[in-house]
């Protein structure tokens, strides 16, 4: 019995080991497979305009006229001491029923040509309607405002020099800053374009 075990032990490593040792040639190669089917392509997006953290816009639909000509825009907690000497303010107007959008200081058509100031103290933003002449407008004659954005850069520099020439405060770095690149900051799509904001 213990011969037969030997001998099958030994029977079983000569298969194993004549299995291991043969070899033959390599068979020619299989056909190619199928080709797959074609993934979808991917979405092709373009480059979008650097934005800048650091700009804020704000929106005050159907705004009021008051008395004198004046409105006023409550903006409390947002126009501060700092922001107000330190950041650059864009303002625009859009009258209901016009296409236009008028930036402001400056003069705007709605029916007649008129001059809007802006002024800026802490927690507000008034704004005046003027006629050509100097004259505060009459209220009756004030067109109804759709909206106003007022768009607030933040500076991110102290000083800026240009070429070594001049020193360049906040704000004056800020509109340095968009004039070289070309951006009339009177024009809104410019400025919206610009920054990367919404119309």
């Known amino acids: 019995m213990k011969t037969t075990k030997k001998l099958m032990y030994v029977i079983l490593i000569a298969v194993i080991a004549a299995f291991a040792s043969c070899k033959g040639e390599i068979g020619p190669a299989g056909p190619a497979g199928a080709d797959g089917a074609d993934g979808t392509d991917g979405i092709a ?3 979008g305009t650097d934005g800048n953290a650091n700009v804020q816009t704000y929106i005050y639909n159907n705004p009021a ?19 107000i000497s330190t950041d650059a303010i864009l ?4 009258h209901t029923g016009y296409g236009s959008i008028y930036s402001i200081p400056g003069s705007v ?22 006629e050509m002449d100097g004259g505060f407008t009459s209220n009756a004659n004030l067109w ?11 500076s991110t520099n102290t000083t800026i020099i240009d070429a070594g020439t001049k020193s360049l405060n906040n704000k004056q770095a800020i ?10 900051i009177n024009n809104y799509y410019q400025v919206m374009d610009y920054y990367g904001l919404e119309y």
């Not at 109804?144 to 933040?154: F, G, L, N, P």
Request: glycine residues 8%; proline residues 0%.
């Open 45 to 47: 997006g373009t480059d």
């Open 175 to 184: 509109y340095y800053e968009l004039d070289k690149a070309g951006v009339d």
């Open 109 to 130: 058509w709605n029916g007649n040509y008129r001059d809007y100031a802006v002024f800026l103290n802490t927690n507000d933003l008034q704004i005046v309607s003027l």
């Open 144 to 154: 109804a405002v759709d909206w106003v954005k007022v768009v607030i850069i933040e």
């Open 91 to 94: 303002t625009y107007v859009k």
């Open 65 to 83: 006229w008051g008395i004198s000509s004046g409105m006023n825009i409550d903006m409390t907690d947002i126009l501060t001491d700092t922001v």
